[in-house]
């Protein structure tokens, strides 16, 4: 099983001032870990680092014990990131969207058309298979995202803000997806704000004035 590990990790912009300074975290499979923290204190930032999106300043970055590398290294690693904004390509339809990451990291089609369907129905999204991600709403794109993570099957799935645009009832369908994933062996990271959701996990890193503290731990 693929834990994420960081340690002594500096994080920061081209030359600007540091994000997050000496964070040293564990993500281990089988568990939930909430990334808290307000709006800028870096929660993406430390989910970028975990995804090999942003190489670290300093310290060492580790999946199942070995340096993590770029991003492709980490997609090939099963690192999964369900990003902020979705990542979707608004042109193309729910279904389309995650049939060609499936395949893109290595599924067959058969393996794309079922692992597609599965996601879409877990979200509640099998009546969208086949529109288009802009004629979606805001909510429906996001849980769209979340079959897209799901359908993947990662070791590490790394889930930034995916409750952010969700009602209640959905809100807790993906929290239930979300621990799915961990029982199933995945290593998953939830950067939220929403205190509900953090509540749900099984450990709290919270980030505040550049520095990560466990708020559970
Ligand atoms: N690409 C970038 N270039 C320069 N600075 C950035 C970049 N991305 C983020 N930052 C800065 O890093 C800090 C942390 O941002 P980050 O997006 O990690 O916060 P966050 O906790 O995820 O916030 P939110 O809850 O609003 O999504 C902010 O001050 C932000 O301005």
């Given at each position: 099983?693929?834990?994420?590990?960081?340690?002594?990790?500096?994080?920061?912009?081209?030359?600007?001032?540091?994000?997050?300074?000496?964070?040293?975290?564990?993500?281990?499979?089988?568990?939930?870990?909430?990334?808290?923290?307000?709006?800028?204190?870096?929660?993406?930032?430390?989910?970028?680092?975990?995804?090999?999106?942003?190489?670290?300043?300093?310290?060492?970055?580790?999946?199942?014990?070995?340096?993590?590398?770029?991003?492709?290294?980490?997609?090939?690693?099963?690192v999964v990131l369900i990003p902020q904004e979705n990542g979707l390509a608004a042109i193309l339809t729910a279904a389309e969207n995650i049939s060609v990451a499936v395949i893109a990291t290595g599924g067959s089609?058969?393996?794309?058309?079922?692992?597609?369907?599965?996601?879409?129905?877990?979200?509640?999204?099998?009546?969208?298979?086949?529109?288009?991600?802009?004629?979606?709403?805001?909510?429906?794109?996001?849980?769209?995202?979340?079959?897209?993570?799901?359908?993947?099957?990662?070791?590490?799935?790394?889930?930034?803000?995916?409750?952010?645009?969700?009602?209640?009832?959905?809100?807790?369908?993906?929290?239930?997806?979300?621990?799915?994933?961990?029982?199933?062996?995945?290593?998953?990271?939830?950067?939220?704000?929403?205190?509900?959701?953090?509540?749900?996990?099984?450990?709290?890193?919270?980030?505040?004035?550049?520095?990560?503290?466990?708020?559970?731990?």
């Amino acid at each position: 099983m693929t834990s994420v590990d960081l340690a002594s990790v500096d994080l920061g912009y081209g030359t600007g001032e540091p994000v997050l300074r000496d964070v040293t975290v564990s993500a281990r499979p089988g568990e939930v870990l909430a990334i808290t923290g307000t709006s800028g204190a870096g929660k993406t930032t430390l989910l970028s680092a975990m995804a090999g999106l942003l190489a670290p300043r300093s310290g060492a970055v580790t999946v199942a014990g070995d340096p993590l590398g770029d991003r492709d290294a980490a997609v090939g690693r099963g690192v999964v990131l369900i990003p902020q904004e979705n990542g979707l390509a608004a042109i193309l339809t729910a279904a389309e969207n995650i049939s060609v990451a499936v395949i893109a990291t290595g599924g067959s089609p058969a393996d794309a058309r079922r692992r597609t369907a599965d996601a879409l129905a877990a979200v509640g999204l099998a009546g969208q298979a086949n529109q288009l991600i802009e004629e979606l709403s805001g909510g429906q794109q996001q849980r769209a995202a979340i079959a897209r993570g799901l359908a993947l099957r990662g070791e590490v799935v790394l889930a930034d803000e995916v409750t952010s645009e969700l009602d209640a009832a959905n809100r807790q369908k993906v929290l239930e997806l979300l621990r799915a994933e961990a029982d199933r062996g995945a290593t998953v990271v939830l950067a939220t704000h929403d205190p509900e959701a953090a509540a749900v996990c099984d450990r709290e890193l919270h980030l505040v004035d550049g520095a990560a503290t466990w708020a559970r731990g």
